[in-house]
């Protein structure tokens, strides 16, 4: 699994066996600080040995930075590749906090036995579009004004979060958007199925963030939705699913090709 951090670099996270983490950077533009790394690799020890545990509250940056004797900056991204795949999330006035969760289901949740190449992300894609289409035909008769309430207010946020240019808090309620909508089938299956198979795409959404005409697209495209939805239009609902979809495999597509030309140079 490839995942950009703030300094450019891209972080490669091999999901196929929790026991056997396997990372590398490859410079996007030029070769630039890989303490960081190393920082990741030692809080993912941290955690195997169990002197890290679900809900501890890491270090400020300040102090990690001192006790590995590195610049905040390394630290800083470090942390960003941990938050990025789950395992690290940030809260207002307590921290960075450990989430609770075992290796394992972090970073195969389905029991996988693959790595997330860009061949194995489209196929995953493929089944997302699959899936999503099942959750619409699901709806009607099953989705509460509840239901229709929480969407609207993750897609007020979402839209508060794009004015506000915070695209990591766009990308949160980007995949929350998605997630409440299992969740609206009601169906104990569906919402276990999203569970396992969604964390994979969450690097995803935090990547196609960077670009403001994604932003600005699925904006447009989640309105589209909820709107169709309301209005129990459900083909339409799935040409819009489908034309984000392919979207997101195009930006993937050019992001690898990025990537691959990058390491040839």
Do not use: W
Not at 137 to 143: E, N, T
Not at 153 to 178: G, P, V
Request: hydrophobic residues 40%.
């Amino acid at each position: 699994m490839y995942i950009t951090c703030h300094t450019g670099n891209t972080v490669y996270i091999s999901l196929s066996n929790a026991n056997n983490i396997s990372l590398k950077i490859h410079p996007m533009e030029e070769s630039r600080d890989k303490k960081s790394i190393t920082i990741f690799k030692q809080i993912i020890q941290d955690i195997k040995t169990q002197k890290l545990n679900g809900g501890d509250v890491l270090p400020s940056e300040s102090e990690l930075s001192k006790m590995y004797s590195v610049g905040r900056g390394s630290i800083r991204e470090a942390l960003h590749a941990l938050e990025a795949v789950g395992i690290v999330k940030k809260q207002a006035g307590i921290g960075t906090v450990l989430e609770n969760f075992s290796l394992e289901s972090i970073f195969n949740p389905a029991g996988l036995l693959f790595e997330l190449d860009y061949n194995n992300l489209i196929q995953v894609l493929d089944f997302r579009e699959i899936f999503e289409e099942i959750v619409i035909k699901m709806l009607p008769g099953r989705i509460t004004e509840k239901d229709i309430e929480n969407l609207e207010e993750i897609l007020a946020l979402t839209k508060f979060y794009y004015n506000r240019k915070d695209t990591r808090k766009f990308s949160e309620f980007d995949y929350k958007f998605h997630q409440a909508l299992a969740e609206s089938t009601h169906n104990i299956v569906i919402i276990s199925m999203f569970n396992m198979i969604f964390p994979f795409l969450k690097y995803i959404l935090s990547q196609t963030v960077n670009i403001p005409e994604n932003l600005i697209d699925t904006l447009s495209e989640h309105t589209e939705v909820l709107e169709l939805i309301k209005s129990n239009k459900i083909e339409d609902t799935g040409k819009i699913i489908k034309k984000h979809i392919d979207r997101v495999k195009e930006f993937l597509k050019k992001s690898m090709e990025k990537l691959e030309s990058a390491k040839k140079n």
